[in-house]
């Protein structure tokens, strides 16, 4: 059981399952054995390590998480990018401000 606080990691060799465990948790892969439970207020998700591959390089972060909510206000979609560690990059002043980083 994983807990508030608690830090994981998942390391294997190429092919062990780490991709096929982490889209299993985030809900996107049936497990072939047993179950998954997820607690109370936890929301899962999954990046793909070939998701740059459907990400439109000419938009910032923001404007990504924008096109993906845009019913959102401007303070959600900055507080959400920045609680989801998407700002920790030398750009993330830019990103906040919605122009791309150079």
């Not at 390391?11 to 179950?35: H, M, Y």
């Not at 990018?81 to 700002?87: L, N, R």
Request: with cysteine; net charge positive.
């Amino acid at each position: 059981m994983v807990r508030r606080g608690d830090k994981i990691a998942g390391v294997g060799v190429n092919g062990a399952g780490k991709s096929t465990f982490l889209k299993t948790l985030s809900g996107l892969t049936d497990p072939t054995d047993g179950t998954v439970n997820m607690g109370a207020n936890i929301f899962s998700g999954y990046f793909s390590q070939h998701s740059m591959e459907v990400l439109n390089p000419q938009k910032t972060v923001f404007e990504t998480v924008q096109d993906a909510l845009p019913q959102q206000t401007i303070g959600v979609l900055r507080n959400l990018c920045a609680f989801k560690g998407m700002m920790l990059t030398s750009g993330w002043i830019n990103c906040l401000a919605g122009r791309n980083p150079d």
